[in-house]
């Protein structure tokens, strides 16, 4: 089918604006400046990244990481991918060709597993770490790592595994989620191991402000290391089926009973809704008619990826029926810490509140209320989705975080978009 259907199908693949491939919040921008910061108590990094992938988004903000400390790279998400695919591709050869010489696969979901970290990768850190000058280190017992990487690769489930492999008891020291950008800011030290003593720093997960190169920035989207609302899921169904069928890989046509390979995500999810009955009625204001649309924007279709490294058959695909037609609100009250407190008071907020929100069904809507003690000003430039002219003042550095907050969680604030009478 491949070679009869070759001629039909896009040779490049085209995004409808670069600016979806564009993420850097505050927060990375942030993160890199303390990451650097906290090098010089640093021995060692361990750079996380989705095995999936193993090029894609390891951009020079991290080689320069790699230069000036040991390091070790762990291809994680393994259970994703063959690992027969990453040893004929010579994707470790290929890495070693890059200068990156230590490289592990993980898989952290299997706890069972995790003797390899504890027993493979941390005396390979010691070793490394003992066969350099520390510098203002020399002599010290303790060993210090930092863990690095772009977003959602398992950078978090790794400390907290290692850290459970030595004590199973303890829960989970860092927040993880399966979403870009649950750790925010970088982390105090967290003791993995006491003898000799092993800590580990959390960072964020960092992109580049500029992604070089569209299949690049796309791939990172299909391992959802950008937030999908960004990119837009349209899109990331497109660039996957661009990628299948230009690669011969023609497996979504059976498990989606779509008669034929389609060249077009709004085409193919309008079939693949249509056979699933996953269609919602909206309004055309051109025709003033209802029309029957696909409804994956609103979640019910959802595109699982299962994508390997570089020349793998890479599909996997569910779908998720809505519960039920009512809607549930979850209210978090909640009182914030002032603009002058410490920074780690305001971190410790955010996490806490962060962590609510990911505790919360998706399909509830969310209202968070109380008093935020946060200034967001009227200006909303690039900020019109979340917030409207009419917020007072101008804007501090609580409003900034929490304007980011909202933003990352796609909430509205409120009374910004509403004028007040001016009584205080
Ligand atoms: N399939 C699979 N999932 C994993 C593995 N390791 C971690 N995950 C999942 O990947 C998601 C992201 O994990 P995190 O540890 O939060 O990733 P992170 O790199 O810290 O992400 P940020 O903090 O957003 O930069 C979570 O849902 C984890 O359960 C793995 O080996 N295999
Ligand atoms: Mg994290």
Redesign the pocket.
Known sequence: MASRLSGAFRSKFVVPNLDILRWFPGHMHKGIDRMQARLKDIDCIIE?HDARIPFSGRDSKFRSFMQQRPHILLL?????VEEKDIRELQIIEKLQREGVHVVFL????QYEKCDILRNKILPVVRELTDSRPRYNREGLKEYNIMVI?V???????FINTVRWANAPKKGRAVS???K????RSVSSKVKIESNPPIYIVDT??ILTPHIPNIENGMRLALCSCLPDHLVGEENIVDYLLFWMNKRGKFSYVDFFCVDEPIDNAVMFLVKVATKKNLLKRVLDLATHQVKRVHDCMAGYLKVLVKMSSIEHDLFRAATEQPDENDVKITIIQCYAPTNAAKEEEKEDFRSSLQSLLDHTPRRDLKIIMGDLNAKVGDDNTNRELIMGRHGVSTCNENGELFTDFCAFNDHVIGVTVFSHKNIH
Not at 180 to 183: D, L, S
Request: aromatic share 0%; hydrophobic share 25%.
């Open positions: 996380v994680n998400k393994c259970d994703l993980t898989d952290l979901r990487g977003p959602n690769v398992g950078k978090s489930t993880v989620g399966n870009a950008g649950v750790t964020p997960g």
